[in-house]
């Protein structure tokens, strides 16, 4: 069972910016294809935010943090990152990383996903206040 491990959650205001970071150990690292990031807010679905392809280096993102959120791969670290900007109060939610080892996952612009997602993180709360 891979694990995946969130951290740089926080409350910020409304225009500031986070970082998350979501560690794997080596191994999972090595073998992992698909990276990402989702969210949940109270009372809605889990959306899917930003997605990176470890063979091609290839990133997606969902219109809603699209030019606001950026996706990162440090393989030296075993890290991926989350850098987000211009937070808005409607970016208050869980934020969780995940992974895949196989053919991984499809993001949409609209936030779904086709495709199966492996691995998930415990999540990490991101509060943004106005």
């Known amino acids: 069972q891979v694990q995946l491990v969130e951290s740089g959650g926080g409350s910020v205001q409304a225009g500031g910016s986070l970082r998350l970071s979501c560690g794997a150990s080596e191994y999972a690292h090595s073998s992992t294809t698909t990276w990402g990031w989702f969210r949940q807010a109270p009372g809605r679905e889990r959306e899917g935010l930003a997605v990176?392809?470890?063979?091609?280096?290839?990133?997606a993102y969902a219109d809603s943090v699209q030019g606001r959120f950026t996706i990162s791969l440090d393989n030296a670290k075993n890290t991926v990152y989350l850098q987000m900007n211009s937070l808005k109060p409607e970016d208050t939610a869980t934020y969780y990383c995940?992974?895949?080892?196989?053919?991984?996952?499809?993001?949409?612009?609209?936030?779904?996903?086709?495709?199966?997602?492996?691995?998930w993180g415990q999540g990490t709360q991101v509060t943004v206040s106005s």
């Open positions: 995940a992974s895949a080892d196989d053919s991984g996952w499809l993001l949409m612009r609209d936030g779904t996903w086709k495709g199966l997602v492996g691995n």
């Open positions: 990176i392809y470890t063979r091609s280096s290839g990133t």
